[in-house]
T-cell receptor, first 115, second 112 residues
Framework: NAGVTQTPKFRVLKTGQSMTLLCAQDMNHEYMYWYRQDPGMGLRLIHYSVGEGTTAKGEVPDGYNVSRLKKQNFLLGLESAAPSQTSVYFC??????????????FGPGTRLTVT | GENVEQHPSTLSVQEGDSAVIKCTYSDSASNYFPWYKQELGKGPQLIIDIRSNVGEKKDQRIAVTLNKTAKHFSLHITETQPEDSAVYFCAASITGFQKLVFGTGTRLLVSP
């Protein structure tokens, strides 16, 4: 199993450009998440999904959109990139939110720079 | 909402020493407390977790303790090794809601 994979690994955008980050998992997990990691701030939840076709806002959703059209994929979109969105983005997945099945597995991350 | 504070931000120890990282949380409803290890250039990986119905959990050289009354929990690493060098994150959530709130991380450096 590949686990959680993310594409691309690195990307440089200019202010105002758009892009989509792709997350894929092959563990048949129901729940998927997008986090951003900034120095000194830990990981912050952007959006999450509790199943195919569902999405919900996390702690810092502004400027991002997501879609979960297939159970194994979770896409994060930036419609008009801003320098404040320079960060490392991590995708994660978990079987469910229930006790004993809630471990989150993280992907390797995407480093995004917006100039 | 939940707020998790983590200390220290950096910790340097000699190989073989013990290391302790402490976290406090604000929401008394939180009942799930995982610890993640992040190596350079990689995503975080769960190393141990604890639920609010137990006070301590051990896994070889790693242990986590939880004090629900004081709303704090700690990670203990004994007999540290250079490969323990990484950034460690604590987190808190309410089972079923799956909104993990992370601490700001502790960079552990184990010197040979």
């Amino acid at each position: 199993n590949a686990g959680v994979t993310q594409t691309p690994k690195f990307r440089v955008l200019k202010t105002g450009q758009s892009m989509t980050l792709l997350c894929a998992q092959d563990m048949n997990h129901e729940y998927m998440y997008w986090y951003r990691q900034d120095p000194g701030m830990g990981l912050r939840l952007i959006h999450y999904s509790v199943g195919e076709g569902t999405t919900a806002k996390g702690e810092v959703p502004d400027g991002y959109n997501v879609s979960r059209l297939k159970k194994q994929n979770f896409l994060l979109g930036l419609e008009s990139a801003a320098p404040s969105q320079t960060s490392v983005y991590f995708c994660a997945s978990s079987y469910s939110g229930l006790a004993g099945r809630s471990e989150q597995y993280f992907g390797p991350g995407t480093r995004l720079t917006v100039t | 909402g939940e707020n998790v504070e983590q200390h220290p931000s950096t910790l340097s120890v000699q190989e073989g020493d013990s290391a302790v990282i402490k976290c406090t949380y604000s929401d008394s409803a939180s009942n799930y407390f995982p610890w993640y290890k992040q190596e350079l250039g990689k995503g975080p990986q769960l190393i141990i977790d604890i639920r609010s119905n137990v006070g301590e959990k051990k896994d070889q050289r790693i242990a986590v303790t939880l004090n629900k009354t004081a709303k704090h929990f700690s990670l203990h690493i004994t007999e540290t090794q250079p490969e323990d060098s990484a950034v460690y994150f604590c987190a808190a959530s309410i089972t079923g809601f799956q909104k993990l709130v992370f601490g700001t991380g502790t960079r552990l450096l184990v010197s040979p």
